[in-house]
């Protein structure tokens, strides 16, 4: 069973920037993609955001292009989210799981809000 810890959440105001950690145990971390997905207030789905090869090859929604960089380190089984220039719609709670391992469960998750 894998799992992850998400963090470094926080309130910012429009224009700052966050960095999200996401540390996993359970199975080898340079053997699977990391995805990063958000769940939005008032909305049941989660939403791909950025997801990283394990050869190292970023890809985002078309809304955080720009903006948002993810990144990963095997060595300390941890990924990364570095989100720059935050808007009000990127209020939401963060996670990160495998791509596309459905039976992955979620974590707790990490609440970044962007608010004035």
């Known amino acids: 069973q894998v799992q992850f810890v998400e963090s470094g959440g926080g309130l910012v105001q429009p224009g700052e920037s966050l960095r999200l950690s996401c540390a996993a145990s359970?199975?080898?971390?340079?053997?699977?993609?990391v995805g990063w997905y958000r769940q939005a207030p008032g909305k049941q789905k989660r939403d791909f955001v950025a997801g990283i090869t394990t050869g190292g090859v970023p890809n985002y929604t078309e809304s955080v292009k720009g903006r948002f960089t993810i990144s990963r380190d095997n060595a300390e089984y941890t990924a990364y989210l570095q989100m720059n220039n935050l808007k009000p719609e990127d209020t939401a709670v963060y996670y990160c799981?495998?791509?596309?391992?459905?039976?992955?469960?979620w974590g707790q998750g990490t609440q970044v809000t962007v608010s004035s």
């Open positions: 359970g199975s080898i971390f340079s053997d699977y993609a």
């Open positions: 799981k495998r791509v596309g391992v459905q039976s992955d469960s």
